[in-house]
């Protein structure tokens, strides 16, 4: 069944202000009053974190109910080793986000994608990893109302990874995180607190020479917004623009200062939710005068090279890192801005003064370890466009909006696609594992988004027409999730690989069509099992697809490991409620021909599609 929108729809062109329950008494706080908090580290090869109902102390007085991961405001930070495999466990223990109403959403839904939304799926933002691990939005659940699929869910990440810069076989060492990714519901979910905990791929032996600044002087950041109401608690009413708060938060602390010495610090910024996008710089307090922010790394890690920036734009779930040193500062307070006005942004709504500060630097006058205290000219080699070639096919990504939904449309092979809504059934893309895509990643009509594509990192081409200068910046090199403010283009290449199958299938033996491993190494240890797709119906129970083991389809007979490798990954819009309504689609990597067969193009003509 596919759902689609027709292309005749009154395409509205304003920028849109949504502000939450006008009228409403608000909760208040004075800024840098708090100090900030650093989540809890996590660094075993086996970590398991509660999902639980938590009454956290965030701004004075009554505390504020959330859904959170690990029991605090912000999840913990994980740091884990590349290329060592890492097992995350999540224990289900929620009870509100059970109920029915406004408050749980046992029974919401918002594109009309029937099931149990109080379900959790964790999507681990940035990394390689296999479909069945990666967080699918429309299956592999866990908890909920009935705990069918169970209580626990362990998600194992290899965090390996390959590019033409990067040949060690691992992952490069970047700031990743993790957040439910359940359909229909993730800006809800992620508004009560399940998003947000930094999974920081460490120990790059890439990395572990430069002198950059480490230990307490490499500090999380998550930045976010959220509305409270006069009994501090938030609750959430889907606005279709995106839900705005009047209140940042940093690490779950209002407005927070925090203490620093007289001396370089990297942070590692993150925007986990909802829809506010950030302008971050940095003045003394008293002046407008900018003070320089070293941007070092993207969301793939360390770029070629740092770049000092006055202002960095941050939209939702892009990571940057940057180095602030504080050496000229000592004795003084730093104010780190949301430059929101001067930008001529407040993206999408609800500004106030309010939400132009962030947090306040107190600088001492002490340093008490002066050692990796530098940035280096260079810093990691990133592939360059010209290495991913040849291009096997290119396709459009075009994100709009019809009425009253967010959609995307996928052009190929010069066949224009329809505006459509997410559907559990259907794929949009079909790249072949190991060869390389270039998408055109388009924004059409005067809105912002923040579009990720999931599985593999990917390289900027050319940015609105140019691959220079204000193009492909050197902080725009390799991304996975891109900026789109009104009327942006990006053309952006990446090669789908299948390092993920060695680590999910040792024995090397496919499946059958029954979920049962053949030969010649059957074990039936699973790998086979509970790889059913969901189509509209949600989370079936009957496969209404041939299963593989790695969430891919399709698989036929006696298909090698390597033609089973394919699997199914999200495009979305990370505004989340542009994502819940419903800007999201399913690209599939597919395995390579070997029968000689013409490879299918998805939906060709519109409406055809049966998968
Ligand atoms: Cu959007």
Redesign the pocket.
């Known amino acids: 069944m596919i759902r689609k929108l027709g292309l005749g729809a009154f395409l509205f062109a304003f920028v849109t202000v949504g502000v939450l329950s006008p009228g409403t008494a608000q909760a208040t706080h004075t800024k840098f009053t708090s100090p900030l908090i650093i989540p809890p580290t996590l660094t075993g090869s086996s970590i398991t974190i509660d999902a639980v109902d938590a009454d956290v102390q965030v701004l004075s007085g009554t505390k504020t109910k959330m859904w959170t991961l690990g029991g605090t405001a912000t999840p913990p930070t994980i740091r884990r080793p590349t290329g060592q495999t890492s097992n995350l466990t999540f224990n289900y223990a929620l009870t509100e986000i059970k109920g029915a109403g406004p408050q749980g959403v046992g029974s919401g839904t918002q594109t009309g994608i029937p099931g149990d939304h109080s379900q959790l799926t964790i999507h681990h933002h940035g990394s390689h990893v296999a479909p069945k691990f990666d967080g699918w939005a429309c299956g592999f659940y866990f908890g909920g109302l009935n705990a069918t699929r169970g209580n626990s869910f362990t998600y194992t990440y290899p965090l390996k990874e390959n590019d033409t810069a990067n040949n060690s076989g691992n992952e490069r060492a970047a700031s990743e995180w993790y957040h439910n990714h359940r359909v229909d519901v993730t800006g809800h979910t992620a508004w009560k607190g399940l998003a947000g905990g930094f999974f920081i791929i460490d120990s790059d032996p890439a990395e572990a020479t430069l002198p950059l600044p480490r230990g307490n002087y490499d500090v999380p950041l998550t930045i976010r917004d959220l509305q409270f109401n006069s009994s501090n608690q938030i609750p959430y009413t889907f606005n279709f623009d995106?839900n705005t708060g009047n209140h940042i938060l940093v690490n779950g602390v209002p407005q927070p200062f925090f203490n620093v010495e007289p001396r370089k610090y990297r942070f590692r910024a993150l925007v986990p939710g909802n829809a506010r996008k950030y302008f971050m710089n940095l003045v003394r307090s008293g002046s407008t005068t900018p003070i320089n922010l070293t941007q070092i790394a993207s969301e793939a890690g360390l770029m070629a090279a740092p770049v000092n920036r006055t202002e960095i734009p941050l939209g939702i779930a892009e990571r940057v890192e940057f180095v602030i040193d504080f050496a000229p500062h000592a004795g003084r307070n730093l104010i780190l801005r949301n430059n929101q006005s001067s930008s001529g942004q407040c993206v999408p709504g609800n500004c106030t003064t309010a939400t132009s500060e962030i947090m306040q630097f107190r600088v001492g006058t002490v340093v008490t370890d002066p050692s990796n205290n530098t940035v280096p000219s260079t810093l990691r080699a990133i592939p360059s466009p010209g290495q991913l070639t040849p291009i096997t096919e290119r396709r459009e990504v075009a994100?709009t909006r019809e009425g009253t939904h967010?959609t995307i449309r996928v052009n190929v092979a010069g066949r224009l696609g329809d505006d459509r809504i997410m559907d559990c059934a259907r794929t949009d893309a079909d790249p072949i594992v190991n060869t390389n895509e270039e998408w055109t990643i388009r924004g059409v009509g005067n809105?912002?988004?923040?579009?990720h594509i999931h599985d593999v990192d990917q390289i900027c081409l050319s940015h609105n027409g140019s691959s220079t200068g204000n193009g492909c910046s050197t902080f725009n090199r390799m991304k996975e999730t891109w900026p789109?403010p009104p009327n942006t283009t990006w053309v952006i290449r990446f090669k789908p690989t299948d390092f993920t199958q060695a680590a999910f299938d040792p024995d090397n033996t496919p499946c059958n069509a029954a979920g049962a491993e053949q030969p010649p190494n059957p074990d039936n240890t699973g790998e086979c099992q509970d790889t059913q797709f969901a189509d509209n119906s949600g989370d079936l129970t009957t496969p209404t697809h041939t299963p593989d083991r790695h969430g891919g389809d399709n698989v036929t007979g006696n298909q090698t490991a390597a033609e089973a490798a394919g699997g199914r990954y999200m495009i979305h819009?990370?505004?989340l409620?542009?994502?819940d309504l419903a800007?999201m689609t399913q690209w599939r990597v597919r395995s390579a021909p070997t029968d000689g067969s013409v490879r299918e193009v998805p939906c060709d003509p519109p409406g055809s599609c049966t998968n």
């Open positions: 995106g994100f967010w809105w912002t988004h923040s579009i789109v819009c990370h505004v409620e542009h994502e800007m």
